[in-house]
C-alpha cells in the first residue's frame, strides 16, 4: 500500500471470462490499490488475487513506451518517434503487398484488448490491408465454442448468467478448473453446491472441486486425455436408452430429423457405457450413474473449458454436450443450459468483433453479399468476398513462402502457440513482423517495428465476459506511450492511407451499433443507465438485454441435433513416448505470464511444475522437487517435478506461464477438425530425471 486514495475509478478486470468490476483507487495519477467492485453484476463484490495485484504490470519497469524499428532482428533496436515507426510500418506492409500480392500480410487480434481495439484491428486488416487475414487468439482456445454452439442452437455463445448457477440442482463441469481459472466464479458455484446441488466433474485431474474441505463430487469421471466425446456418446446413451430424454421439450424446441438421427447413433451399442469404459477408462456403473443424475436431478447446468475445445474433436464435443442439454431440455430458463468459461477476459468480445477470417461482426459470413454491402458502405470500401487465413495456415503460408508480415496485437505467439519450432520458423521466415505489446516478449525476438501498448488502465473502451456481459473499462492514467492501442490502430491505418478518426472509443462502439444487429442498442450512455454493464442481444427487442438465451425458441429456430461420432486422436502413446501431457493454469497466474509475472502474484508461484503420479515417479526414480526432461515428437523442455495423486497414472499435467520453461516446445500441431483449435491437452511424452 502507498499512502491513502483520493479517488476512486470503476473499471474492468483484464484477465479472465469473469470479467470482475474492480475499483481502482487512486492517489493523483497513481494506482494505490484496486479492490472489488461491490455493484458489479458479474463478480458480486468479489476478486481474486490476480484482479486485485493487475495494477502491478501496468508500472512495471519492463513496460516498452518508445516506438522501435530494426531493418533485421540481428540489429539492436532503435528508438523512434510515432510517426517513423508507423510510417516505417505502413511502408513495410505496402512494399511486401506490392512484391508478393494482397493477401501476402495479415494481422492478429487480442481477447486482452478491448471490444472497440478488436473491432479496429479487423478493419484496418479487411479495409486498410485489403485481405480477411485477420484471425484471433480465441483460435487457439475457445474457436470450437463457436462452431459447436452455431450449428446446434445457432449463437456462438453461452446460453446463462453467473447468477444462473444459483438455481442449478445439478452442476456438471467438463474440462474445466473454475477454481483457478475463474475463480470468482467458482465461489458462487461452491456457494451453491454447498446448498446440496449436485456435481459430476469430467476430467482427467483431480480438481479441488472433486474433493475439498466443504466440495465432494458425486461422480468424478476422469477418462482418458483426448476421449471427451467418447465419454458424452455413453451419456447420451444412458439418456436415450434408459427413456430419460424429454420428449415434450424436443417436440416443440427442436428440429424431429436431426434428434431422430442423433437418437439412432446414441444407441447404437459401440455407444454403450460398458464399451466407452474400454476407451475412456471410467468405469461403465459411473457413467450410468452420472448420465441418470444430469437426466433426472432437476435443473442442469453444464460449464466447460479448454479442456473440451483443445482437442482434435473440440468442436465435436461442444455439439455433444449441446446434444445433450437439449435431449434433457436444459436449455432456456434460470439454473440450466451450456456455458463455456472463458480464458480470457474478451475471448467473447473479440468473436463478436469480426476477429474471424471468415466472418464479419456478428459471425455473419464474408461471403454474404448483402453483409459485405453494408460494411462496404460504412467504411468506403470494397471488402475481398473470401475468407482468409488462420494463424496455423499463417504460419503454414510463411514457411512455404507466400506470407511476409503480420501486425499482431497483445498476443505472444511465441509463447502460447503450440510446437513452439513451428511458430518460430514462420516468423523468421517473414520480413516484416509488427509486435504491438507492453513488454518485449517472446515474439517481439523476430520482430521489425515495435509499437508500445496500453494496459486497462489507460483506456477507456468495453469488455464482454462469458456471460456475454459487455462491461465499461475506464482510463485511470494516460497511456504510458502516448497512445492508447485503438489510436495506435487508427494511426496506422492513417498512415496505410486509410482514413481512421474517431474522438473516443464510444464512437467506435456506435459504430459497431449501426453494423452488428445483437449489438444494435449498446451504447456508452445505454451501458451507463443499466449500471455498468449489459448482456447482448441488446437490441429493439431486448433493450436492457438477454440475460437467458434461448427461452422461447433457439436462436437458430428449432435446436439441431448433431452426430458427434467419436474419433481418436491420431496423439498416440507408445514405448518411446508412454506418457500423456495435458496442460492448464494456476491460480496465481494467468496464461503466458506477461502480465502476472510482473505483478506481486509471483511471490506465490514462481515457475511451472510437471505433476506426476507416484507409480509413474516411482518407475523414473524421481521425488518432488527433483528436476526432468520432458520430450514429445515435437521438442524438448525442463521441468521441475511435483509427485502427486491429483493426477492418474499415465498422465502428466504442467502450466504454460513461463518461458523458461516453455511448455508449447513440447506440444504437436494437432487441431481441431473444424476451427484447428490447436490440441494443447493431449501430447505423448517421456518424462526422464535430469
Ligand atoms: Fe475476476 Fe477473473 Fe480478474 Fe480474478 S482474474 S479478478 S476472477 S476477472
Redesign the pocket.
Known amino acids: 500500500e502507498q499512502g491513502q486514495p483520493d479517488h476512486a475509478v470503476i473499471t474492468t ?1 483484464a ?2 471470462g ?3 468490476g ?1 475499483k481502482a483507487e487512486m492517489k493523483g495519477d497513481e494506482v494505490v490499490r484496486m479492490t472489488p467492485w461491490k455493484d458489479g453484476k458479474a ?1 458480486r463484490g468479489h ?2 488475487v ?3 495485484f ?1 495494477w502491478g504490470y501496468a508500472t512495471h519497469q519492463d513496460r516498452i513506451t518508445t516506438p522501435m524499428i530494426r531493418r533485421s532482428i540481428h540489429d539492436p533496436w532503435q528508438p523512434v518517434s510515432w510517426e517513423e515507426a508507423l510510417t516505417y510500418a505502413a511502408s513495410e506492409i505496402r512494399r511486401i503487398q506490392s512484391q508478393y500480392g494482397t493477401h501476402s500480410v495479415g494481422g492478429i487480434t487480442s481477447s486482452r484488448c478491448t471490444n472497440e481495439e478488436t473491432y479496429l484491428v479487423q478493419k484496418l486488416i479487411r479495409a486498410a490491408f485489403g485481405t480477411n487475414n485477420v484471425d484471433t487468439c480465441a483460435r487457439v482456445c475457445h474457436s470450437p465454442t463457436g462452431y459447436g454452439l452455431k450449428q446446434t442452437l445457432g449463437e456462438s455463445a453461452g446460453t446463462q448468467t453467473f447468477d444462473s448457477v444459483m438455481h442449478s440442482d445439478v452442476i456438471m463441469v467438463i474440462g474445466a478448473n473454475p477454481s483457478d481459472a ?4 467458482a465461489s458462487r458455484m461452491k456457494r451453491r453446491l454447498r446448498q446440496g446441488a449436485k456435481l459430476i466433474v469430467i476430467d482427467p485431474r483431480a480438481t479441488d472441486l472433486v474433493s475439498s474441505p466443504h466440495i465432494r463430487a458425486d461422480y468424478h469421471l476422469a477418462l482418458r486425455p483426448g476421449t471427451n466425446t467418447a465419454l458424452l456418446s455413453a451419456l447420451a446413451h444412458v439418456i436415450v436408452t434408459e427413456g430419460l430424454v424429454d420428449e415434450d421439450y424436443i417436440q416443440s424446441r427442436c428440429e424431429a430429423d436431426s434428434f431422430d438421427a442423433w437418437k439412432a447413433f446414441a444407441m447404437r451399442p459401440e455407444n454403450s457405457p460398458e464399451n466407452m469404459a474400454e476407451v475412456t477408462g471410467v468405469p461403465a456403473e459411473q457413467i450410468r450413474g452420472a448420465a441418470r443424475l444430469y437426466a433426472t436431478g432437476g435443473r442442469a447446468a453444464i460449464y466447460y473449458g479448454l479442456g473440451v475445445t483443445e482437442h482434435s474433436q473440440g468442436s465435436t464435443t461442444v455439439m455433444a454436450i449441446a446434444n445433450l442439454a437439449m435431449a434433457t431440455g436444459n436449455i432456456g430458463a434460470e439454473g440450466v443450459g451450456v456455458n463455456p468459461l472463458r480464458g480470457q ?1 474478451n475471448v467473447q468480445g473479440s468473436c463478436d468483433m469480426g476477429s474471424f477470417p471468415h466472418e464479419l461482426p456478428g459471425y455473419r459470413h464474408i461471403s454474404d453479399e448483402q453483409t459485405r454491402q453494408q460494411f462496404e458502405q460504412e467504411w468506403g470500401v470494397r471488402l475481398w468476398p473470401e475468407p482468409g487465413l488462420r494463424i496455423p495456415n499463417m504460419f503454414d503460408a510463411a514457411i512455404s513462402g507466400s506470407f511476409k508480415a503480420l501486425y499482431c496485437q497483445g498476443e505472444d505467439i511465441v509463447q502460447s502457440d503450440p510446437n513452439t519450432q513451428h511458430v518460430t520458423a514462420a516468423l523468421s521466415a517473414m520480413e516484416c513482423i509488427i509486435v504491438q505489446d507492453l513488454f518485449l516478449n517472446e515474439t517481439a525476438k523476430y520482430a521489425h517495428v515495435f509499437l508500445p501498448g496500453s494496459s486497462f488502465l489507460e483506456k477507456d473502451g468495453t469488455f464482454t465476459n462469458a456471460e456475454r456481459r459487455i462491461s465499461r473499462v475506464r482510463k485511470v492514467m494516460e497511456p504510458k506511450s502516448g497512445m492508447a492501442d485503438w489510436e495506435i490502430t487508427c494511426a496506422l491505418s492513417n498512415a496505410l492511407g486509410y482514413p481512421m478518426h474517431y474522438n473516443h472509443p464510444s464512437e467506435i462502439m456506435d459504430e459497431i451499433a449501426r453494423l452488428t444487429p445483437t449489438f444494435t442498442g449498446v451504447s456508452y450512455e445505454r451501458i451507463e443507465a443499466l449500471g455498468g454493464s449489459v448482456q447482448w442481444p441488446c437490441n429493439e427487442q431486448a433493450p436492457e438485454g438477454t440475460p437467458i438465451m434461448h427461452v422461447d425458441h433457439f436462436v437458430r429456430g428449432k435446436g439441431r441435433f448433431m452426430v458427434t461420432q467419436y474419433v481418436p486422436t491420431s496423439e498416440r502413446s507408445n514405448r518411446k513416448y508412454p506418457l500423456l501431457l495435458t496442460t492448464g493454469r494456476i491460480l496465481s497466474q ?1 496464461n503466458v505470464g506477461a502480465q502476472t509475472r510482473r505483478t506481486a502474484n509471483t511471490h506465490w508461484h514462481a515457475e511451472d511444475i510437471l505433476e506426476i503420479h507416484p507409480h509413474d515417479a516411482e518407475d523414473r526414480g524421481l521425488k518432488t522437487g527433483d528436476f526432468v526432461t520432458i520430450t514429445s515428437r515435437t521438442g524438448e523442455t525442463v521441468l521441475r517435478a511435483e509427485v502427486s495423486t491429483r493426477i492418474q497414472p499415465g498422465v502428466v499435467y504442467t502450466t504454460f506461464h513461463f518461458p523458461e520453461s516453455g511448455a508449447n516446445v513440447v506440444t504437436t500441431d494437432n487441431s481441431d477438425w473444424a476451427t484447428n483449435c490447436p490440441e494443447y491437452k493431449v501430447t505423448a511424452v517421456q518424462v526422464q530425471k535430469v
Do not use: I
Open positions: 478486470c484477465y479472465c469473469v470479467g470482475c474492480l463478480n476478486a481474486c490476480k484482479g486485485r493487475a475463474h475463480p470468482v466464479f477476459n494467468y
